[in-house]
C-alpha cells in the first residue's frame, strides 16, 4: 500500500454484560493489555470502593448527590441502578476517545447495555459474557470475596435476568476456560476492526495496485 495513504481504522463502542461473576473484568484486563487501540471507560458509580479500588481507575466514586446533578447536567451517556446503587458512563470521554479512532469498552449491566443499544449508535458491537453453568458463578464469586452474604445472594438472582437479554446481543462468548473467552473476544475485536467501512483513506489503484488499470484512477475511497 502506498505508504503515503492514510488507511486507518474508525473505532467503534465494545459493550460488555453479563452476570456478576462471570470474568467481564478478568478477560478485559488481558484485552486491555494485549490489544492495542482497545479502551475501557472509567464509569462513575455510588457504590463504595473494594479493597484496593482507586478513584479514577476502576471507577468514579461519587455521593448520591453528586451523581443526580451529573444526570440532571445530562454528563451520562447512560446510567442505571443496579444492586441498589448507581452506576453511569460519562458521556464527553467516550465521545473523544472515540473520535480520536479507537476501540471504547463499556462494562455495564444489561440495562445499560439496552439503554445503548436504542439510542441508535452508528458504532456499536455489542457481547454478552457468561460460563456455561450457573454455579460457576457462586463459585467465582465467593473466590473474590468481594460481597457480603445479602450481596452476593442479590448478584446471584440476578443473573437470570440479565440471561433474559442475551439474545439482543450480537455476541455470546463463554467463559469457562479464561484463555478461551479472551480468545473469542480477541477474535471478535479483529474481525470487527476489519469492517470495511471502518478503513478511512485512500487506497490508490495506480500506485498501489499498478499494471492492470488505466492511469488517473484514484482507486476504491474507503471512507467519504
Ligand atoms: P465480573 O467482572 O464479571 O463480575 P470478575 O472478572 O471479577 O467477574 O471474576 C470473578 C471471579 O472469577 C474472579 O475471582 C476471577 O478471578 C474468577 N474468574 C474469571 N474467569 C474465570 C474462569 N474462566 N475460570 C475460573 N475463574 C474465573
Ligand atoms: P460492580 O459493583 O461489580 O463493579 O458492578 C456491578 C454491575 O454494574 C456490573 O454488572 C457492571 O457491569 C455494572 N456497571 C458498571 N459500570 C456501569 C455503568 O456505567 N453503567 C451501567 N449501566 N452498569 C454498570
Redesign the pocket.
Known sequence: MNPGAEVSNRGFLLV?????GAG??TVLRRILAEQPGVEL?V???T?KP?HGELNGR??YFMSVEDFQSHIERGS?????Q??G?Y????RPHVVERLSAGKIVV????????K?IMDQNPAELVTVFITPSQGDSLKQRLLHRG??GPVDLTQ?LA?APV?LLDLPRFDYLVLNDSLDEAVEALTGIIIAERHRTHRFRGQINLVTDFPGRLSSGMSGPSVTP
Open positions: 460488555l454484560s453479563g452476570p456478576s467481564k473484568g471507560s464509569s462513575a458509580t457504590r473494594r476502576e471507577y451520562f451517556l447512560e446510567w442505571a443496579v444492586f446503587n452506576y453511569g458512563t460519562p463499556l462494562e455495564i449491566d444489561t440495562q445499560g447495555a439503554n468481594s460481597e448478584r440476578n440479565e
